[in-house]
């Protein structure tokens, strides 16, 4: 999918889906500020090969919201939380984060695979653990499947065989 692409589909459902995976932005407010950074970041020409949301906002804003962007050669992690005024609790900032990894420098540390069902397996439950310059990255969570996985994995090894 082109950036354009992906742009557009973002600011048009706050989601973008390849039908195995979900990237989605909880409310306009945050879609805005989130597709802002990544036109103004992403090369005009890239391409984003699959993603993967592996963090999102708890109740009330905690936590934060964790992409990783599979480019043409390089990984994007983006994460966004919400920082609140220490006196009143409220709101008052939202912070990006991107950090880009060539695809050549990420390590597959980990496949699980988990097949069910018997004489008629199917793939039940999956998981990827990247290494990034030391770092582990876990690739699972409630909007990408299990195939997902395996497909975002795919990305990222034909991403490194360019």
Same mark, same amino acid.
């Given at each position: 999918?082109?950036?354009? *692409?992906?742009?557009e ?7 973008? %889906? ?15 500020? #989130? ?10 020409? *890239? ?8 963090? %999102? ?8 919201? %964790? ?19 220490? =006196? ?19 390590a ?23 290494? #990034?310059e ?9 909007? !990408?499947?299990?195939? =997902? !996985?395996? #497909? ?7 991403g490194? %065989?360019r």
């Open positions: 999918m082109t950036k354009i *692409e992906f742009l589909n973002l600011r048009r459902g706050q989601a973008v %889906s390849f039908g195995e995976s979900v990237l989605e932005a909880p409310t306009d407010v945050v879609c805005k500020p #989130l597709v802002d950074s990544l036109e103004t970041t992403l090369h005009q020409e *890239e391409m984003v090969r699959f993603w993967a949301e592996t963090a %999102s906002f708890g109740p009330e804003w905690t936590g934060q919201l %964790s992409w990783l962007l599979v480019l043409r050669d390089h990984l994007l992690a983006l994460t966004a939380l919400v920082e609140r005024d220490p =006196g009143t609790q409220e709101a008052k900032a939202f912070k990006i984060k991107q950090v880009t990894y060539p695809l050549n420098r990420v597959c540390e980990t496949i699980d695979l988990d097949y069910r069902g018997g004489f008629n397996l199917h793939l039940n439950k999956a998981r990827v653990v990247l290494k #990034l030391g770092r582990e990255i876990e690739i699972s969570g409630k909007r !990408i499947t299990p195939k =997902g !996985i395996g #497909l975002f994995l795919r990305a990222v090894l034909e490194q %065989s």
